[in-house]
């Protein structure tokens, strides 16, 4: 096995502390330090396999924090206990490559990091939205390759997304956030998808659909659909907010991509296997004037044969959360989640989780998905 390469900060810690990568900004080290943690960071940008991070917890270690790209699964989690580890948090507020229920086994919080993604990745699917609305990938490779020999009336005729209907499945934080960026800035009707009615999202809607009218302009309406289908008949584009479990794996297949309109836009920045990837390059043949951006990839890093030839495909590598600000944010998170658990610091229960972004943060862990489970105290009940 090839070695990797690893950088040590405060050496003399009583806490041995492993960070399969490395992270941006220096508050998530502040925190673990404050705890007394020596703590081990990996440099290499290679995914670490878990052989790798086997080998790097070894005989001692006191927590871990990890990668989405990594499997945490019963394998590490009983490695991390018989090395006395009493301490996960992923670098994510996504956590489909965690088994919880194996960390519970072995008596392992899981911290993840939520709050931080919000604004930052909805941004990131409008953005891509309208990369695919615009044709700015396929005008910009024209650009670069010089074939740009004047204006022209009919170059990369796009579509306008003004007063259409966007979709948005899975109604959650980033969803309704990105949501509301594309109702309120584009005026677009919104049909969501969700288990769960989004009852304040609906509120909001229809309270800027009565701003608009006060103010003689026609009103943007909100609803959710009944099923899926009838959404992906209904948008011009829609946009995949979900997480990812067996309910929702391949929840954009063959025939339901086939339901959409001819000229819509599909948008994923959840996970790569929420859509059936070689029926999206299928259909993206077959179907040119549909546009799909990708921001995540079903077998990442990797993509589907033929994916990459498509112009009708936007493709970026899973940085829908990467604002400097929020990468920064999600590793203080998961630093203060590690930090908390092994000084035994109950688990936050507040929404508001910003005030661990200060110097000055609370004696708490943000986020613990399985704290239910493992009866951690909670802060500020007794
Ligand atoms: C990123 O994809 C995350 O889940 O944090």
Known sequence: ?????????????????????????????????????????????????????????????????????????????????????????????????????????????????????TETTAQMAVALTFAAARRTGEAERFMRAGKYKGWLMTLFLGELLWRKTVGVIGAGRIGANYARMMVEGHKMNLV??????????????????????????????????????????????????TVLDDSTHHLINAERLALMKENAILVNTSRGPVVDEAALVGHCRRHPDFRAALDVFEDEPAMKPGLVDLDNVVIVPHIASATRWTREGMATLAASNV?????????????????????????????VVNADDLKLPIFGSR
């Open 1 to 117: 096995m090839e070695q990797k390469k690893w950088e040590t900060h405060n050496p003399t810690g009583s806490r041995r502390v492993i960070v399969t990568k490395i992270l941006p900004g220096s508050l998530w080290l502040e925190r673990l330090i404050k705890a007394d943690c020596k703590v081990e960071v990996c440099t290499s940008t290679d995914v670490l396999s878990v052989d790798d991070i086997k080998s790097a917890i070894g005989q001692q270690c006191d927590a871990v924090l990890g990668q989405l790209t990594e499997d945490w699964g019963d394998e590490l989690f009983g490695t991390l206990e018989a090395a006395g580890g009493t301490a996960y948090s992923n670098v994510a507020v996504g956590f489909n490559n965690v088994d919880v229920d194996a960390a519970t086994g072995h008596g392992i919080p899981v911290g993840n990091t939520p709050g931080v993604l």
């Open 192 to 241: 969501y998808y969700d288990v769960y009615p989004n009852q304040e999202l609906e509120d909001y809607i229809a309270a800027y659909g009565d701003f608009l009218k006060s103010r003689g302009e026609a009103p943007v309406a909100c609803k959710r659909a009944d099923t899926l289908e009838d959404l992906l008949r209904e948008a011009d584009c829609v946009s995949l907010h």
């Open 339 to 367: 930090a908390a658990l092994l000084r035994g610091y109950p688990v936050w229960n507040q929404p508001d989780i910003l005030p661990f972004l200060e110097a000055d943060a609370p004696r708490a862990a943000p986020s």
